[in-house]
Structure formats: C-alpha cells, structure tokens
C-alpha cells in the first residue's frame, strides 16, 4: 500500500524558511515523478515543484523559482521542500504527489498522478 506522510509546516512571517517533507512508503516512485502541490483557501490547487527520475529532472512554478528547492533523499524514500523567501502569496495547503506514468506534458498537472498526501498548511504572515 502506497502513502505519502507530509510533515514540516507551519506559521511563519514574510522571508522566513520552512522546509516540507514527503514521506513515501509502499514504492520508491524511481522512475517516476514526485511533486508538490498547493491549495490556498478559495483557490483553486496548484503545481508549485515536481521532479522525476529520483529528482535528476526539476520543475518548478514560476511564482516559486529561485525560492523554492525540491530534492529527494533516496535513503529515506523522502521527497522534500525546501521553501525560502516565503511570501503571504505562499500561504496555502500543501500536498505531496506521487505517480509512476507522467510524460513530461502531465508533469504540471495534478490529476496525472496517482497518490496524494493528507496535506500540511502554511500561513505566511507580515
């Protein structure tokens, strides 16, 4: 069975740093790709990171480059977030994703994968 525990938010001030983690058990997702998402209240969700092939391949929002860093710890099967410079445009649910069969068009695309985290919040205050 296949989870996906994430772990690492909370409340934080503008230009502060917080760093997610994703837990995988079940499946290593090596070949695949593993990514972050985020919903903010009233919105609808979002790509933020993802990456692909044990994180030799990175993508990223737009809104997030430069200030957020993905990356994978193999050893721990751990996918995580690194979150600098957060802004209050930051604040939102975050979930990890996970799926084995992404080509790089789907990448983006939330529903292209196939298991989700429960989620952890973010709030960015001034």
């Known amino acids: 069975q296949v989870q996906l525990v994430e772990s690492g938010g909370g409340s934080v001030q503008v230009g502060d740093s917080l760093r997610l983690a994703c837990a995988i058990s079940?499946?290593?997702?090596?070949?695949?790709?593993v990514g972050w998402f985020r919903q903010a209240p009233g919105k609808e969700r979002e790509f933020v990171a993802t990456?692909?092939?044990?994180?030799?391949?990175?993508y990223y929002a737009d809104s997030v480059k430069g200030r957020f860093t993905i990356s994978r710890d193999n050893a721990k099967n751990t996918v995580y977030l690194q979150m600098n410079s957060l802004k209050p445009d930051d604040t939102a649910d975050y979930y990890c994703?996970?799926?084995?069969?992404?080509?790089?068009?789907?990448?983006?695309?939330?529903?292209?994968?196939?298991?989700w985290g429960q989620g952890t919040q973010v709030t960015v205050s001034l």
């Open positions: 990456c692909r092939w044990n994180c030799r391949t990175l």
């Open positions: 079940g499946r290593t997702f090596s070949n695949g790709a």
């Open positions: 994703a996970a799926g084995n069969s992404l080509i790089t068009s789907t990448l983006r695309n939330g529903d292209a994968y196939d298991y």
